[in-house]
């Protein structure tokens, strides 16, 4: 069985920064992995996608603040989180898309507030 665990959330004031981190916990092909978050009542959305080709894509609204990275070595992906705004402030999820098996973690609360 392969699980998800994400770390990294936290408070942070608006403008500043965190970063997101996402555990598999053990090596298996995966054809994407991303983030996504949830608000209080709202749908669950796409944050950042990357596929095994390196491409990449961001929702519209964290274009050019933050950044999905991956390092297959440590089984470990990130999002780096830069001039955070109240309106970033969910529950983020990390995906992971297997070959016959979709992936989820617990998530890990990320709220932006002076």
């Known amino acids: 069985q392969v699980q998800l665990v994400e770390s990294g959330g936290g408070l942070v004031q608006p403008g500043g920064s965190l970063r997101l981190f996402c555990a598999v916990s053990?090596?298996?092909?995966?054809?994407?992995m991303g983030w996504y978050r949830q608000a209080p009542g709202k749908e669950r959305e796409l944050v950042a996608l990357?596929?095994?080709?390196?491409?990449?894509n961001y929702a519209d609204s964290v274009k050019g603040r933050f950044t999905i990275s991956r390092d297959n070595a440590k089984n470990t992906m990130y999002l780096q989180m830069n001039s955070l705004r109240p309106e970033d402030t969910a529950i983020y999820y990390c995906?992971?898309?297997?070959?016959?098996?979709?992936?989820w973690g617990q998530g890990t609360q990320v709220t932006v507030s002076s």
């Open positions: 990357k596929h095994n080709d390196g491409s990449t």
């Open positions: 995906n992971a898309l297997g070959t016959l098996k979709t992936y």
């Open positions: 053990r090596s298996i092909f995966l054809n994407a």
